[in-house]
């Protein structure tokens, strides 16, 4: 195993929701979270391969890194991946912001180094890019990714890496059915033609695009992510109908085939996992092959829906 092994990872687990207090409806997600199930799903995670993380200092201000570095205590360092994010609109004022930032994601995670190191959010991309040029050069932080860039800041990153013998390494946008902003803009296809990873985020839309919920059986009451989706279920319906009439054909769920869609367009999800059940379902949608005539039909489907689902922090790609 070496510190590279994340670029060859088909998806990443996002554990956004383990921030929260696990309590139903309690946080961002609202999703009940039992700490012997995130072992369990950690198991299931790494025997199917699947050992990249992804979680971020802001996670519940440290309680999504608390909790899975915990849950990875029991595997070697060398066996799995961790990609935490560094996010300019929280730094402190110090000439260290960046190295502060991180060292708080150490404590946090129990490790010395990370493997894939993201800046957030742009923020000013010329002010806070180089400053990650001293971690790589220390080795606390392997490899770099720009998140929630459009195409001229990750271009921008990259430029200001290169010049110190580094580039941007992977991209990490929003990416889903309903969200397909990165592709308009060029963005897959930039990473694409250049070989680098882009990460898909929010491919289940929180859990609206799962089937699971609907209007009869909405997001978890009190959770900021109901506040969002709630509303817009009774227009995702068509579309988690389709997702579950091309997952039957399949033995999957709407949830599989709306990850299967993700990895069709050439991208690499980021689902965040809450069960054990979960990674069975990622495994399931590694496996799913979409025909040309499924995807036109979903996106159809998406589009028809004619919902607009970017994100608060998220600026237009
Ligand atoms: N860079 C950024 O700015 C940014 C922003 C957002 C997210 N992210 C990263 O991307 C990850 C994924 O995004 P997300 O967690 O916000 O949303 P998501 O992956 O679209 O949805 C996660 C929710 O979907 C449900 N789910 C997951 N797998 C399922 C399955 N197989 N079957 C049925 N339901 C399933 C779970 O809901 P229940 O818990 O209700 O079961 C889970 O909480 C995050 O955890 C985080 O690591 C990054």
Redo the contacts with the bound molecule.
Sequence with gaps: MTNDDWILAPA?L????WGDSGEHGDGY?G?ELDPAALDQLADMAHAAGLTLW???LV?GMGRSEQVLGRVLQRFDRADYQLST?FTPQIAADGVDAVGDMLERSLANLGTDYIDLY?I??PADVTRWTPRLIPLLEAGTIKHVGV??HDLAQIQQADRILGEAGFRVEAV?N?Y?LLYRGSERAGILDWAGGRGIPFFA???????A??G??GPSNP??DGSARAQTYNRLLPQLQALTNGLTEIGRSRVA?A??VA?AWAIAKGTRP??????P??I???VRARRIELTGADIEHLEGLADAADVDTR?A?EHVM
């Excluded at 996002?14 to 929701?17: K, V």
């Excluded at 980021?270 to 069960?275: D, E, L, M, Q, Y």
């Design positions: 990443a996002g554990t956004w929701a997600f999703s992804d979680t971020a996670y994010k993201w957030h959010n998140s929630n990490q929003h889903s985020y929010m491919v289940l839309e929180q859990g695009l799962t699971r919920y997001l978890p769920s949830a599989d990850v980021i689902v965040g996992v809450t069960k059940q979960h069975d379902g990622l994100a922090w």
